[in-house]
């Protein structure tokens, strides 16, 4: 420690959200060196190559490949498949002097299929899967939580290629083990949850979430082992209710009530035993979807006025389209602000405004919605009788309780940090490129592809995230930067050749030392400094020495024990192999 | 290999201008994916990992530490050493999504000197030594020869920072060192020559040149052990002619001799006595420097009319201005084309256009050179008696049988390719950037930095060079893809049986081993395809199973050897222990 390049800090930084990104910095494992972008020093840069290790050595176990890619691309390929545009300002894009467009990869899935298909023609040649760990760019609109959300970052990418929908099943379930025994060697707990695909298209897609408060993604899970990201979630759909015999719509004057709760107020004065709740209303949300081209388009999405539209569920069903709220009130004026009504929207409707409602809006159901008048609402609008609708949607926020859609009873909700996500892609990519291969017949088919993710800085900051403790870091030996921290403490010239020597000698066994020869720091600082760097063991020689004895420390229990010297090392071998 | 991701190629391709490249891509280890950028397929990037672990041991063990930075890094450090202007097109910039200018870095001094900056404070915490093996990116005007030079690569770059001139002499010897023991690991014959330090700024530099026609680089080196590359080869500079007693300048009608040729006739007509060549001429060269803030200056070089300008050496000396023909003469009616005189020229005379002159123009020498009228030239005009300069440039060309400057005979030129690169920065970037440490005094003293580079995927392509023959690859053994290339050969099973044992046993006994397994490959083609892709030992397992034995081959050597199965694995684990 003498000469490592190494200064911890006393004080959290200034800019650091999370627990983990205050310590990792206090530490001297990384340092921020440009917006969404760290430095790894000696210290951090070891666990990221441990990490890194363990995901190569599983990847390599499954059969994967290793190939690498440039990380700065031509723009055809992505133009072919649309992301060039689909990306947005998510995208980094420069020209070449040339003035050629170009873009730092923000993942490989054009380059994988072009690559295969330059090289493969036959279904023989599937199944094949090739990976790749490398350095992702994307231009997030909020780097956040240190390495967990950079604007460049390590990944593991791969992609599996396969000539029929069972063999991309098969492909997809080998990397779902592999991802399975990553995180477990890590250490890292791990829901896995259903979720959409979003901008990478295809169908089947699950994210593996490490479950923490500082998660930006939230996830529901019920009793019965149902698990899913909030996009994902389907609403559980009501059966419709026949039509005859149910009340007839009727307009009724409610002044003042441009929300929900005024108007359940109302409603319930009018009519006292119907039981009226917020979830008795249709609550009429509009919002301008902005399309990849540019072109905008005001939307309203149809809800039951106790819940509030979820962003994220909504931008994940329009996607690549992006949503921003609506002010164009003044152009459009069929719509009553605080008013709006079903009977006023849709394709064939006097706005031409495209209308879609929430999953338990089915025909049958009775709803207290906007009359499309100031001041008015009308009540017993039953959906299919009085009015339609163009599409569902699944925007309307999950709420704690809400069933789950297989049956396995109360959802509760929960955030996490995404480690890992599997897709199944299917053809959309082989498609857009042509990648084809000649089947058992002779007969071109298109390849079927997935793409599997693990973000390997980001596992850095969820490991360290997960295992910190009051007094510091505490990393699972796997990818500990070293498995013993050894502190000589005092002046005593006896006590530095004791502590040199057991290091030497752990070393000579095999494992990784971390030694405290620093002459002139109090025992107090290097104490405290092995805490909060968080090797597994510390070794302390010290004032013991004179009595013969060393001291061996867990880091994470605590534990501690005197050893005679002549067995410290056995004893710190034996915890380094438990 | 039933597995592998490969498909050797019969064909070259067509953008493949070296050998070494036109073999990586037949051979499947690197693929085109955009201009200056290449995939690497999984053979070649186990070559590349083997590269890059050799460089990492070897800057370990000479106490370097490894860190590694974002390669999209903000403006303002490179804004405040002046690379962000000087580096011109080389450089790849970009704004992010606020409209902040970024860059993809083609070198880190600047992050280093910040970093170190924000831990360090003292004298005592150096000498420091830190390293990375990172993505670089520069926007080349010419990428050629595949890795030989990319616009994406990768670099272990490294930093010396001391608080002492001695102190970086001895970072800079480390560093020497630890070059040395790492491309004579990796078998990569190579040449320590003086360099400029070019746009890096600095003092002392030298490079390590691996010596090949293929190569961009020239440099000379004499008897003696000289070696430089052309642009810092300095001229030996003949000593100052007393000027009393020399003969009178006279001016002479020279009609039709815009050449030199032309000019060398006419004065040995003139003056049949003289001896007259072309090194008795002063050519005027005109050209034009581009400042880094873009203005254009006229510069006109005098040289010897037997030597052309070297634009290597010109730009060097001019670095960061660049160099343009020059096309102004319409602007300058002073400049009398094919005619320029000295008399004409320097800061103070008529034209007022700076007037750099050859080292070999001491005063006292007599010259023909232009007289500033069409079809006239002054003869015997005297340097520092009949004009006077701005200053001396080396920007002639080397010619073979010149001294060396240290006078170890005469030098001969060769060509070759940068594989490494040492700088002693001096306090470039330090004062630049403020990185100070308070000495043994207490006084605040300005760092010095060295700067050393190896190009990880350059010295692959170098060593693919260096190494393959007529049949294909030839790796040396510490970096091949594998150590053994097993083929099995024909359709008896037992063929395949043995040979799969034989692999078993050789990965058991920790060799690397690619097994062709192909069925229905003929033997033909798996011999061409084991000779192309280069491992160090060829096993083939066929026909002379049958009388229980197995050929072993030496790759580079091409001895063959008949074993007894029994005895094939410890003959294969000899050869690649040896």
């Known amino acids: 420690m003498s000469t490592l390049f190494l200064r911890t800090l006393r004080d959290d930084p200034a800019d650091a959200e999370v627990p983990s990104h205050r310590l990792l910095v206090r530490a001297g494992y990384i340092r921020r060196a440009a917006p969404g972008g760290f430095t790894w020093l000696p210290l951090g840069y070891r666990v990221f190559r441990n990490v890194e290790r363990v995901v190569r050595e599983e990847m390599d176990a499954m059969g994967a ?6 990380a700065l691309l031509p723009r055809e390929p992505y133009e072919a498949t649309g992301r060039w545009t689909e990306y947005g300002d998510n995208l980094f894009r420069l020209k070449d002097r040339r003035g050629a467009d170009m873009l730092l990869g923000p993942t490989h899935e054009e380059m994988f299929t072009l690559l295969v298909k330059d090289l493969y023609s036959s279904y023989k040649d599937l199944p094949l899967a090739l990976y790749q760990i490398q350095t992702k760019f994307r231009d ?3 780097p956040r939580a240190g390495l967990l959300r950079g604007r460049e970052f390590t990944m593991k990418d791969s992609y599996s290629f396969d000539s029929s929908d069972a063999g991309l099943d098969a492909s997809y379930a080998r990397h779902r083990d592999a991802y399975i025994k990553i995180f477990d060697r890590l250490g890292l707990e791990y829901v896995i949850v259903s979720a959409m695909s979003g901008a990478m298209g295809g169908s089947k897609s699950e994210e ?14 019920s009793p019965g082992g149902y698990a899913a990201n909030v996009e994902a979630v389907r609403t559980v759909v009501p059966d419709p209710i026949p039509l005859d015999g149910l009340p007839a719509a009727h307009v009724e004057d409610t002044p003042d009530t441009p929300t929900i709760e005024t108007l359940v107020a109302v409603a319930q004065q009018l009519f006292p035993d119907e039981g009226h709740t917020a979830a008795s209303t249709l609550k009429n949300v509009v919002v301008t979807l902005v399309h990849p081209d ?3 388009e005001p939307l309203v999405i149809g809800i039951p006025g106790d819940r509030e539209v979820d962003a994220k569920r909504l931008e994940a069903q329009v996607a690549p389209a992006e949503v921003e709220p609506f002010t164009d009130f003044d152009k459009h004026p069929g719509l009553v602000k605080g008013y709006i009504g079903p009977e006023a929207l849709g394709k064939d409707s006097e706005t031409g405004i495209r209308y879609l409602v ?3 809006v089915v025909p049958g159901t009775r709803w207290i919605t906007g009359a499309n008048a100031v001041g008015k609402h009308v009540f017993d609008l039953v959906a299919g009788r009085d009015f339609t609708w163009d599409g569902v949607v699944e925007a309307a926020e999950v709420l704690p309780g809400d069933p789950a859609p297989d049956g396995s009873g109360p ?3 929960a955030r996490g940090v995404e480690i890992g996500h599997i897709f199944q892609l299917g053809r959309k990519y082989a498609d857009a490129l042509d990648l084809q291969v000649l089947d058992e017949n002779g007969k071109l088919v298109t390849v079927t592809m997935g793409s599997y993710g693990i973000g390997v800085s980001r596992a850095v900051a969820a490991i360290a995230e997960s295992t910190l403790d009051e007094l510091g870091l505490c990393w699972p030996r796997e990818i500990a930067p070293a498995d013993v921290h050894v502190v000589a403490t005092g002046k005593d010239a006896a006590v530095f050749e004791a502590a040199e020597s057991l290091a030497q000698e752990l070393v000579s066994a095999g494992l990784t030392v971390l030694y405290d020869d620093r002459p002139k720091v109090s025992p107090g600082v290097k104490f405290k400094d092995a805490e909060l760097l968080g090797m597994p063991t510390i070794v302390t020689v010290g004032r013991g020495l004179a009595d013969g004895v060393i001291e061996v420390r867990d880091r994470r229990t605590g534990e501690r024990e005197e050893v005679p010297v002549a067995e410290a090392a056995a004893r710190v071998l034996d915890a380094a192999r438990r």
Chains 1, 2 share one sequence.
């Open 208 to 221: 593996f979430l490490h479950p923490t408060e500082i998660g930006e993604d939230t996830f529901v899970r």
């Open 358 to 360: 929430d999953p338990r």
């Open 411 to 413: 959802l509760e909700l």
């Open 294 to 296: 540019g072109t905008r």
């Open 140 to 142: 997030e609109a909020r």
């Open 65 to 70: 490949q290793e190939v690498h890619f440039p």
